[in-house]
């Protein structure tokens, strides 16, 4: 399997961030790590063993991009204002949009791009999909929690707003922005069992009411854990079950 670690200096969130890229041909994937996660999550889970991703990727049907993130600096740095919590989440969407984009596109040509990540990776792809929906085309959130304003105390600003996925849709007005939202394959799963459980359907619940159609599957249990979640990525990377 083609496997690299890339590396470079970001301007947007002013440190080095690091890549690793799995496979040589296929779909753009950008997976998002759990909250103390890194680029190194994923494989070090065996996600690209045979049985969970390694056929898509062996195949050319998917390249993976395991994607650093900034949580330390952002939602989880309790010493700080979560104004300027949100405030260095867009950073981080910056690095996202303007740095990591462009990069696997000159690696890779192909025109179809994911955003996944389970439990907080769910919320960052579903953040970075909506706040730029011409850059992706579907969309898996595997046991989420999407509205940010649990992490602020229930404090809301302009930044808090550009991060937060519910009020982003139910605030939005620009017919262009929700013509695209519609066409993109938003998918998402959880455990009836998890407490993010009406977070996941009232969300549902706010994107239908854009006419933002979602495909929201509920899994027996909790289904919080890497068992499942090799699971659930298996089927919903190629959609809709």
Known sequence: MNHERVTWYSPAVERHMSIRVFGHAGARVLVFPTT???????????MFRWGVLGEHVEKGWIQVYCLDANHNQSWYDKSVHPGHRAWVHLKYDRYLRDEVIPFTRWKNHNPYAMAVGTSFGAY???????????LVDRIVGLSGMYDITGMTGGYYDQNVHACNPPGLVAHEGNAGVIHRWQQLDIIMAIGRDDPNIQDNRDFSGVLWGKGVGNALREWNGWAHDWPYWERMIRIYINGTD
Do not use: C, S, V
């Not at 103390?36 to 065996?46: I, K, L, S």
């Not at 960052?124 to 011409?134: I, Q, S, V, Y």
């Open 124 to 134: 960052h792809a579903m953040a970075f999909g909506l706040r730029n929906p011409w």
């Open 36 to 46: 103390w996660g890194d680029e190194n999550e994923w494989p070090n889970r065996h």
